[in-house]
């Protein structure tokens, strides 16, 4: 039996406490992965000559996209869309309708690759290229990043503190924003997602991998519970949604009728990424301050 050290897998003190601006009571993080045909090839590159398994990508620039940004302008809520590298060459329009409509774009790899120990190399030339497309195409530096498939390492983070990122929105285990705690010192601040708002979960089936879909009862319900719950402990509630899914035409009315719910509550800050990033790094900066005097 492998000796493991026992000790958390996460070194990062407790999320700090600090007040949510203009008095809100919590926040909400309204993100999408937009993974486009790339989430396809990372599984298989011969996908890309199953036609059939692209389009469910494919429907994100044709469909989805267009009509949750008709609903997040209807709502007025600006959103992060975590977009990787091959999606914005291959849809430059989408990603520029994304960006007129005041949303932050962030960084979410090149071809949907994810972050497995061992791979570094392979990983800091997925960011990289996905850096280049971001800048190239829409003329961005992101500050945020969330990886495929939801996973992390130590030497990753020190790849993303090295390329200058602000955030990291990839973890699950707090209600809180934090920064990482590193070998070498601080790492990005993380804002944790909340795995009950993974629409991957709920409403994508396909022939290599059926499962049942749940119905817009089901998942509006699980949606509001998460969302109230967090509300009363002050936390973020962090959204991770994909356009291929939430982008159909029954699943963007439980997001249509989400955010109907969450707007009835007054003490909601509607935050992008970057917002949340910034507003924490504000509230560490008064802290050390105040503990320097």
Not at 87 to 103: F, K, Q, S, W
Not at 125 to 144: N, S
Not at 205 to 231: C, M, N, P, Y
């Amino acid at each position: 039996m492998q000796n493991i050290k026992p000790q958390p897998a996460n070194l990062a003190p407790r999320s700090p406490e600090f007040p949510w601006p203009d008095n809100k009571k919590t926040a909400l993080f309204v993100g999408f992965d937009v993974d486009a045909e790339s989430v396809w090839i990372g599984m298989d590159p011969k996908n890309t000559e199953r036609l059939v398994t692209m389009s469910y990508g494919g429907y994100e620039a044709r469909v989805g996209v267009p009509k949750l940004l008709e609903v997040l302008a209807r709502h007025e809520v600006k959103a992060t869309f975590f977009i990787t590298g091959w999606t914005v060459e291959a849809h430059p329009a989408m990603c520029e309708d994304i960006l007129a409509g005041g949303h932050e774009v962030a960084h979410h790899g090149y071809l949907h690759l994810r972050p497995e120990p061992g791979n570094i190399d392979v990983m800091a030339e997925e960011v990289d290229r996905g850096l280049e497309a971001l800048k190239r195409v829409l003329g961005i530096v992101p500050k945020g990043y969330r990886a495929p498939g939801g996973e992390s390492y130590t030497e990753f983070l020190e790849l993303l503190a090295d390329r200058g990122f602000q955030y990291s929105s990839s973890w699950r285990d707090d209600i809180r924003p934090y920064r990482h705690v590193l070998p070498r010192g601080a790492g990005p601040i993380e804002i944790p997602v909340n795995y009950s708002f993974d629409d991957w979960n709920f409403g994508m089936t396909h022939r290599s991998g059926s499962r049942a879909l749940f119905g817009r009862e089901d998942v509006l319900g699980i949606w509001k519970d998460e969302f109230e719950q967090t509300r009363d402990w002050g936390g973020v509630t962090t959204m991770v949604m994909h356009p291929q899914v939430s982008g159909r035409p029954m699943r963007i009315r439980i997001l249509d009728q989400f955010l109907t719910h969450v707007r009835s509550y007054e003490d909601v800050w509607f935050a992008t990424g970057a917002e949340i990033a910034d507003h924490f790094e504000r509230h560490e900066a008064a802290q050390n301050n105040s503990t320097q005097r």
